[in-house]
C-alpha cells in the first residue's frame, strides 16, 4: 500500500508558540483518519502544513509522494481542503461557486461536472440561490462539493461538521465514505466521538504533540486505562465526589451512569471504594474513545507544564 | 420596558478601547493626519506662486533690455531659467511646460524706446492653471511704468515721469479666459480614478482574507500574478468608464477644450490605471482589515489631492513639497491629462510624465507580487 501522507518531525511555531511539535505521520492511501484533539491543539496548522498554506519550521515529509516543501503547487493540484469555517463566496450563487471551483482547477467539460455535481448535492433546482443563503448543512455539503470537484486524491477537511444537524451529518459522512471507496484519501478533524469512530483510522493530537495513533480500538487499548462504571440512582451525582480524588483522573456522568477511569488500577480502587455500597452497582468496563481522550489531554497538559 | 443596561454600555465601551488603544494604526490615523494637514494647509498652500520659471527670447542685447531683465528678477515672481534663441524654442519650452512664462523682448526696442512709441514687450502665460499666474500677471502691470527708471537719463529722463515708455502685452495661452474650471476638471479625473481605483482593489482582496475565502484562494493552484490580473482587470473597466464620464462631463457641461494629444492620453490613462489598481494590491497584502485598507488608502490619497497640483498650483508650493509632489504619480497623470486636454502636447512633451507613470507600474506590480503571500505564515 501506498502512502498518501508521510510526513516526519514537523514543526510550527508562531511567535514564540510552539503550535506542532515534531509530529510524524502516516496515512495509507483509501483510508479515513480522523484528526482529534482539543481546541487549539494544532490541528489547523497541520492540516495546512500538509497542502501548503504553511511552511514548517523544520521537517520534512511527502503528500501524494510530492514533497510538502518544495512541491506545494502539484499538492494543490490533486488535494482537496475544506477550510475550518466556510469559506465559499456566500455572494455568489451556488453554481457559480462550484463553476469557480471548476475554473480555478482548469477542468474540462465544466458545465457537465457542475451539473452533475448540482445532482449529485440534490441542489440542481436552487443551483441560482446565493451560497450564504444557504443552511448551516447545506453550506458544507456544497463546500465538500467544490473541494472534490477536481477529482483529488487527498482530501483534507476541517471540523466539516461542526454545528451542523445529525441527519446532515451523516449525509455528509456517507459522502465522505463513498469517495474514500473510490480511492481517495481523506483527513478529517473533529470533536465529535461518533464521527471519531466512523473513521478508519485515528489520530489524536494534544498541545502539538500527537498522543495516540490507530485504530479506535488500539488508540483505546494502548492508553492503558481502566473504567469503573456505576449504576443506580442518582449515581451520576457521585462525578464530583469522586473527582479529584487520588487515582481518578476522570470522573464524568454518562447519562445516569458514572465512568470513573485511571491509570493506576489500586488507586482508583481505594477512591471507589467507599462508594462499593448499595444503591449503586459497580464494574469494569472498557473506556470509551471520550474517556480515553480527556485523559490524554490531562497526561499532555502534565507533559505541557 | 426598554433594555438599558449602564454595565453593558460599559462592557462595550470598555472593550472598544481596549481594542483601538491596541491598533497602533489608531495612533498613526490619531497623530499623522492632523500633522498632515497642518503642514500642507499652513505651509504647503501659498496662495501667491513666486518664482516661476520663466523663458527669455532677447532679440536685442542693449542696456534696456538687461534692465528690464533685472526689474523681471527683482518683481521675484519670474526666475529667469531659460534663455531661447528662437520663437520656435521659446514656444517649445511653454508647450511642454517647461517654463510658466515666455517672454519675448523685440529686436527694436531700445530704438523705439528712444523714439517715444511705447514698443511692446509679450509676454505669453501658461494660464492652464490660473491661479498660478494670476499674482505675476498683475505684478507686470507695474514694469513699464519702474523698470527703467534708472536708465532714463539726460534728454530721456523727461520721458521718466511721463507716461510709461513701453507696454506689456500678455497674452494667456491655453486658457484665455482664466476659467478655473478648465484645470480643476481634468485634474479631477486624476482623483476620481484614484480613489475608487485605489480603495476598490484594496478592499476586494482584504475582504478575501476578512471573510476566509483567501484560505481556499490560496489552497487552489492559483499563483499569485493570476490573483492579481483577475482580480484587477474588471477595475480596469470601471476605470474606463469613469474617464468617459469625466470626460464627457467635461466637454458638455464645462466646456473643457480638447485639443488633442490623445495618444498621450490613452497611454497616460492606461499606465495611471493599471498602477492605482496595482497600489489597491499592494495596500490589501499589508491590511489585514478592510478597515485597515481604507486608512491605508486614505494616506495615499490625502497628499495626491494636496501635492500633485490638483487643489493648488504644483508652483506655488515650496520646494520640499514639489519634491513630494513628484514621486506621487496622480502629478504626472494630471500633467498628462491637463498637457492633452488644454495644450494638445504631443508624446514629445509627456515623455517625462508618462516614463513616470510607467516607473509607477513597475515599480508598484513588483512590490505587489513581492509581498503577496502564497501561503498564510
Ligand atoms: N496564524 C497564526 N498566528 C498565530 N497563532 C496562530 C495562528 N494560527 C494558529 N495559531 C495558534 O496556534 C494554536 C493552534 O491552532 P490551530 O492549529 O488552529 O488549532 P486547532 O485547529 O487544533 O484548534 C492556537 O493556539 C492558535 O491560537
Ligand atoms: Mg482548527
Known amino acids: 500500500m501506498s502512502l498518501a501522507v508521510d510526513v516526519t518531525g514537523l514543526n510550527k511555531s508562531f511567535g514564540d508558540k510552539h503550535v506542532v511539535q515534531d509530529l510524524t505521520i502516516q ?3 483509501g483510508r479515513i483518519c480522523g484528526f482529534l484533539g482539543p481546541n487549539g491543539s494544532g490541528k489547523t496548522t497541520t492540516l495546512r502544513m500538509l497542502c501548503g498554506l504553511l511552511t514548517p519550521d523544520s521537517g520534512s515529509g511527502t503528500a501524494l509522494g510530492f514533497d510538502i516543501l518544495k512541491q506545494a503547487d502539484q499538492i494543490k493540484r490533486r488535494t482537496g481542503y475544506m477550510t475550518q469555517r466556510f469559506s465559499l463566496y456566500e455572494d455568489l450563487t451556488i453554481a457559480e461557486n462550484l463553476e469557480f471551483a471548476a475554473r480555478v482547477h482548469e477542468l474540462d467539460r465544466r458545465r457537465e461536472r457542475v451539473d452533475v455535481a448540482l445532482t449529485r448535492l440534490g441542489l440542481e433546482a436552487r443551483r441560482g440561490q446565493l451560497a450564504g443563503t444557504l443552511s448551516g448543512g447545506w453550506k458544507q455539503r456544497l463546500a465538500l462539493a467544490a473541494a472534490t470537484l477536481h477529482e483529488p486524491k487527498l482530501l483534507l477537511l476541517d471540523e466539516p461538521t461542526a454545528g451542523v444537524d445529525p441527519k446532515a451529518r451523516r449525509a455528509f459522512w456517507d459522502e465522505i465514505h463513498a469517495l474514500a471507496a473510490e480511492g481517495l484519501t481523506v483527513m ?6 461518533d464521527e471519531a469512530e466512523r473513521c478508519h483510522e485515528i489520530a489524536y493530537i494534544s498541545y502539538g504533540r500527537l498522543m495516540a495513533r490507530g485504530t479506535a480500538q488500539q488508540v483505546i487499548d494502548g492508553s492503558g486505562l481502566i473504567t469503573f462504571r456505576a449504576e443506580g440512582p442518582d449515581a451520576d451525582r457521585l462525578a464530583r465526589e469522586l473527582s479529584g480524588k487520588p487515582g481518578v483522573e476522570t470522573a464524568a456522568a454518562f447519562g445516569t451512569a458514572l465512568h470513573v477511569s485511571g491509570t493506576d488500577r489500586a488507586a482508583l480502587e481505594a477512591a471507589v471504594k467507599p462508594y462499593r455500597r448499595e444503591p449503586w452497582r459497580w464494574r469494569e468496563v472498557e473506556p ?3 474517556d480515553v481522550f480527556i485523559h490524554l489531554m490531562g497526561a499532555s497538559q502534565d507533559n505541557f507544564q | 420596558m426598554m433594555g438599558f443596561s449602564g454595565a453593558r454600555v460599559m462592557a462595550v465601551l470598555v472593550k472598544e ?3 483601538l488603544a491596541r491598533d497602533r494604526l489608531t495612533y498613526a490615523m490619531m497623530l499623522a493626519i492632523p500633522v498632515v494637514q497642518l503642514v ?6 501659498n496662495a501667491e506662486p513666486r518664482h516661476l520659471p520663466t523663458a527669455l527670447l ?20 519670474f526666475d529667469l531659467t531659460h534663455q531661447a534663441r528662437s520663437p520656435a524654442e521659446l514656444d517649445r519650452l511653454i508647450r511642454s511646460g517647461e517654463v510658466q512664462f515666455a517672454i519675448t523682448i523685440p529686436g527694436d526696442f531700445s530704438r523705439r524706446v528712444a523714439r517715444g512709441d511705447k514698443p511692446q514687450i509679450l509676454v505669453e502665460a501658461d494660464a492652464t492653471d ?4 494670476g499674482g505675476a500677471v498683475a505684478a507686470l502691470a507695474a514694469l513699464p511704468s519702474q523698470a527703467l527708471v534708472h536708465d532714463l537719463t539726460g534728454a530721456m529722463a523727461a520721458r521718466a515721469g511721463a507716461p510709461a515708455p513701453f507696454e506689456v502685452v500678455v497674452h494667456r495661452r491655453y486658457n484665455p479666459e482664466a476659467v478655473t474650471s478648465y484645470n480643476i476638471v481634468p485634474g479631477l479625473l486624476g482623483i476620481i480614478l484614484s480613489m475608487t481605483l485605489v480603495m476598490l482593489t484594496a478592499l476586494s482582496v482584504t475582504r478575501e482574507t476578512e471573510r476566509g475565502t483567501m484560505e481556499t484562494l490560496l489552497a487552489t493552484p492559483l499563483e499569485p500574478f493570476e490573483v492579481m490580473t483577475g482580480k484587477l482587470a474588471p477595475y480596469v473597466g470601471v476605470g474606463l468608464v469613469q474617464t468617459i464620464v469625466v470626460l464627457l462631463l467635461a466637454r458638455f457641461l464645462f466646456g473643457v477644450p480638447m485639443e488633442g494629444g490623445w495618444i498621450g492620453l490613452i497611454l497616460g490613462l492606461s499606465l495611471f490605471i493599471v ?33 500633485s497640483g490638483f487643489m493648488f498650483p504644483f508652483r506655488g508650493m515650496p520646494v520640499w513639497a514639489q519634491w513630494l509632489g513628484e514621486i506621487i504619480p496622480v502629478t504626472h497623470f494630471l500633467r498628462v491629462v491637463r498637457g492633452s486636454l488644454l495644450k494638445g502636447q504631443g508624446l514629445i512633451d509627456q515623455w517625462p510624465s508618462l516614463a513616470a507613470l510607467t516607473a509607477f507600474v513597475l515599480v508598484v506590480t513588483a512590490l505587489a507580487m513581492i509581498r503577496y503571500r502564497r501561503t498564510l505564515d
Open chain 1, 27 to 29: 496515512l495509507e492511501q
Open chain 1, 188 to 193: 478529517v478533524s473533529t470533536h465529535y466521538m
Open chain 1, 288 to 290: 470509551t474513545l471520550e
Open chain 2, 17 to 19: 478601547f481596549k481594542q
Open chain 2, 40 to 45: 500642507l494647509f499652513g505651509y504647503a498652500i
Open chain 2, 58 to 77: 532677447v532679440q536685442e542685447d542693449s542696456r534696456y533690455a538687461r534692465s528690464m531683465v533685472a526689474a523681471l528678477e527683482n518683481s521675484r515672481f
Open chain 2, 130 to 133: 490660473p491661479s498660478a499666474t
Open chain 2, 275 to 307: 498602477g492605482s489598481l496595482a497600489l489597491g494590491f499592494l495596500i490589501s497584502t499589508a491590511a489585514r482589515s478592510q478597515l485597515q485598507a481604507m486608512q491605508m488608502s486614505f494616506f495615499y490619497i490625502l497628499p495626491s489631492m494636496l501635492l
